[in-house]
């Protein structure tokens, strides 16, 4: 854990609200000073989240789970990637009526981190015989690269970590109001066609400044990408900061910055600000963009307290100018935006690498693994002398440094342990949050109901030979960790009225969501049609009546046929029921 401090910038005079703003405080360090407007910023001011590890290790782990501070349990095991998990057998109609205790379980959720996505047989090894010793052989890929464990012991955490932290692992502000995992591109240093490998830059920021005390206290979660590749295989616009690859015509190969992107109830896509960042430059310019956030982020309201909200307030031009002024103390040169992508960013399939080896990307259901298949895909890389793996933002896995002659082995080998190289359309591209299986603020079950829906869609669909893959997206409640949004078909979480008129699990529906891609120029969210619902059972007949009408319905463009984002967005209200 790195303990330095933030280093210094020039810092100008503090910048005024605008006149449009309430007169209330917003709780901005900056503007209206540092005492705390709501009991959760108390909290941070009272004790550092971080300092929580040493009681996690000195008492709570010794004396159990009667024995932890509720401020901990409820706030700072977060800043060390720990969550309550649901308990058991309490139905989505009474999340919103519960109290957080009367929710939880006495097990947590364990949140790994892996920046960059990057994985050594050996790391992947460690997190199988964690999960199987100590979290039932839970493991789940999630869509920011990490892997969670469920059923952990608070008794288990500190041999956890030093499982861990023995193999550069660790849960270090993996959750929290804290700098989150760093998305990265799966493919960084090894593909043909990468623009510029953004490693160095994502293991320096991670070495200088996770754990860094001064910037342990955000407003709210704070999540970061960069990539190099051509294909933008980071949803770099659905992040607090982004930094894309791009050809500066006089500089050569950088980053496009990119600011204020989040999705959850009130979405909102981030920002260009027109600057070019040297790959040197990288690690300094993510840290003035997380000090800004933090003295000028909001924090009277948590629900407004993403940099998203302070940038539709200030604008790129004025963010752009208190970054360089106050924080930075240069300005940055322009520079140009990126090409639109070329190619699908989820990398699954079998591609050749710049050395003439290849790497194998799968999809499982849903990023739903195990211990026991870790443990066997460790095993399986190194058979065919591969020391290396990624985990993508798409819940998919890689194998890299793949022999010619050992890729049909590695292919079968990943689908006997549940993940495929040459996966349907809806197995390629479904995605799920973690639901109420485990998640407190779940209303409905996701995994699960994914699983089944997606072999429902191989059956029903099967006869459609030519469809190409249409995102589905299920998310549990409304906070779209699963990125409804911009997904194709989005479902969200709630309490809808069967044909007889009672409630059940269902979901909203959202269509025609989606980000940068090789067929769609601009980002976009979703739309949604007024009373457009289904329940869990009737997800898998909606989807085919719907893509079935898409199919018949879509347009012959010069270049390639209509893609089913512009024909839900075109199409009549009647045509997406």
């Known amino acids: 854990m790195s303990t330095s401090s933030p280093t210094s910038t020039v810092r100008a005079p503090r910048t005024a609200r605008p006149a449009h703003q309430s007169s209330k405080p917003n709780g901005q360090w900056a503007v209206d000073g540092r005492e705390p407007l709501n009991g959760n910023e108390a909290m941070k001011a009272q004790d550092n989240g971080l300092n929580v590890r040493e009681r996690i290790e000195q008492v709570y782990a010794q004396q159990g789970f009667d024995s932890i501070a509720d401020d901990d349990l409820h706030g700072r095991f977060r800043w060390w990637g720990l969550y309550t998990q649901r308990k058991p057998g309490i139905d989505g109609g009474r999340t919103a009526t519960l109290e957080p205790q009367e929710l939880e379980d006495r097990y947590f959720m364990l949140r790994v981190r892996v920046d960059g996505g ?11 015989r964690i999960s199987t010793e100590f979290a039932r052989g839970t493991a789940d890929i999630t869509d920011r690269h990490n892997i969670q464990l469920h059923w952990v012991q608070i008794e288990d955490v500190p041999e956890i970590w030093r499982r861990l932290e023995a193999v550069g692992l660790s849960t270090t502000e993996a959750c929290g109001d804290v700098p989150r995992v760093i998305l990265g591109s799966p493919v960084a240093g090894i593909a ?10 994502i293991n320096e920021i991670a070495r200088r400044y996770i754990g860094d005390p001064g910037l342990s206290n955000l407003p709210r979660k704070y999540k970061t990408a960069l990539t190099g590749h051509p294909s933008q295989d980071v949803v770099h616009e659905i992040n607090d900061v982004a930094f894309v690859g791009v050809v500066h015509p006089e500089l050569g190969p950088g980053f496009d910055l990119w600011v204020g992107g989040g999705l959850s109830v009130a979405p909102r896509l981030g920002e260009r600000l027109g600057a070019f960042v040297s790959e040197e430059r990288v690690p300094e310019v993510w840290l003035a963009v997380t000090r800004l956030f933090r003295d000028y982020g909001y924090r009277r309201l948590r629900n407004r307290a993403r940099l998203k909200f302070l940038l539709a307030d200030w604008g790129a031009e004025r963010f752009r100018q208190v970054l360089q002024d106050e924080f930075l103390g240069y300005a940055l040169p ?3 935006p990126a090409p639109p992508p070329t190619r699908s960013g989820d990398h699954v399939g079998v591609h050749e690498q710049k050395d003439g080896r290849f790497y194998v990307g799968a999809a499982p259901y849903v990023g739903r693994v195990s211990g026991p298949s870790l443990l066997a895909i460790a095993d399986l890389a190194e058979s065919v002398g591969s020391t290396r793996l990624r985990l993508t ?54 995994k699960a ?14 006869d459609l030979d030519a469809l190409t893959p249409i995102a589905l997206h299920i998310n549990g409640c409304p906070n779209s960790c699963a990125r409804i949004q911009t997904a194709d078909i989005g479902l969200k979480g709630q309490l809808v009225q069967d044909e007889e008129g009672r409630q059940v699990p269902g979901y909203q529906v959202h269509l025609g969501g989606g980000l940068a891609s090789a067929d769609r120029e601009e980002p976009g969210l979703g739309r949604t049609v007024r009373g457009l619902k ?13 893509v079935r009408r898409y199919v018949a319905d879509r347009a012959d463009g010069p270049d390639r046929p209509e893609t089913f984002a512009e024909w839900a967005h075109r199409a009549d209200e009647e045509a997406l029921q």
């Not at 549940?418 to 996701?446: Q, Y």
């Not at 109901?449 to 099967?462: I, T, Y």
């Open 118 to 128: 990057a994985l050594t047989t050996e790391q992947l090894r460690t997190v199988g």
């Open 192 to 201: 043909a066609d990468e623009i510029i490998d953004p490693t160095w830059a």
């Open 334 to 336: 322009d520079g140009p």
């Open 393 to 446: 933002p798409y819940q998919k896995l890689l194998v890299l440094d793949v022999p010619a002659e050992h890729v049909g082995t590695v292919v079968d080998g990943l689908r006997a342990n549940g993940l495929e190289a040459e996966p349907s359309p809806f197995r390629r591209s479904t995605i799920a949050c973690t639901g109420i299986e485990f998640c407190k603020l779940a209303i409905v079950e996701t």
């Open 449 to 462: 109901a994914a699983v089944r829906v997606v072999d429902s869609l191989e059956e029903r669909l099967g």
């Open 534 to 546: 289904v329940t869990v059972d009737g997800v898998a007949e909606y989807v085919e009546r719907v």
